[in-house]
């Protein structure tokens, strides 16, 4: 097939890229830099330095015999998105091309406002572009698992079936997120729905929880096609935080009393569910909606396997409550669905203790790099 990765250069972007053209697939994977633009502007660096686009292309070309084509240009921009259509023809596009920090979206009204303008504009033009360009293409978009929030009933898979006065009817499951860049997401599906039902696309919407680890098979220890690895407290999420704050001595952060709880997946298992919704595309008209996680845990939990594997190491690995910086439910009721996926074939690689350890002994590699002053950096919600 024809793949465009939208946010080719990404944590998720660039490891799919590698994954989709080592199945023989032609690979186009696009990119503006937002993402690093805006690490360098908020002082965020990765733990280590990665190649930009066209580098890391050569490289997995010369490493695997397999090239991804690579096009550097704003997917806000309907200019360049035609041209990118109009060129490649796509029979599927992967759309992760959005600014992706929560904690970003909520630091002041430039960093709001680029996070909604970046994020509908991009989801609005390839909606366009598929319908004047590739009206077939199967559109896989990323959202997130907290577009639900944290609501007092079972989260179902997308979809809530209501029964009103005796009647009944199938409805988008209620979203309430929990940042702007979680309420962009909301939105992004909303506006796939509306389209799905006034123009038939076929659209997969992925509801995704935090995801830990840089390690997939493509990579295969080779340090040099890794992605990004953000520890800081702006870009950096819970489990890859942690593991650094172990391997640098710094107290694991938890926020408030810890009994936040999210569904998480190992970046393995996020390439794994990527390819398995290509492989078996909705019908036209359809928006299909997994929930896209494998475990749940609540960051107490995290924080105390952290600790216990730290420790086993001969880690000196300690856990402190800080004050949360986000409004969100500290003790909530969590229980989410998520079958969808697995009924497709997805085979989960839990949390294990060797998963952890393994991921502490790539963070020790970088150990000289971690700038303890990137932890917490003080973005309140409030
Ligand atoms: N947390 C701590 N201590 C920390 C960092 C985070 O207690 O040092 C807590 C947060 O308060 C939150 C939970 O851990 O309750 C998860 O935070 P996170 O930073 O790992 O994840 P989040 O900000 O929700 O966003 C991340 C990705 C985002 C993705 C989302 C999936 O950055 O792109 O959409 O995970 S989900 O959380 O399911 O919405």
Redesign the pocket.
Known sequence: MNILILGGDGYLGWPTAMRLSSLGHDVLAVDNYLRRRICRETSSEPLYEVPDLAERAELWQSISGRRVKVSIGDLSDWAYVEQIFTAFRPDAVVHYAEQ???PYSMMDREAAALTLQNNLGSTFNLIHAVRQFAPECHIVKLG???EYGTPNIDIEEGWLDVEHKGRKQRFLYPRQAGSLY?TTKVMDTDLLWFYVRAWGIRVTDLM???VYGVETSESAGDLRLYPFLNYDEIFG??IN?FIVQAVAGHPL???GK?G?T??FLNIKDTMNCICLAIETPPEPGELRIFNQFTETFS?RQLAAIVERVGQSLGLNVRTESVA?P?V?AEEHYYSPAHTGLVELGLKPHPLTDDVVAGMIRTVQRFQDRIDPSKFLRGVQWR
């Open positions: 992706p920090s929560a997130t698992m907290g979680h995704q929880g935090p999420t819970v935080r952060t938890v926020f810890g936040q999210r569904g960051v949360n986000r969100e």
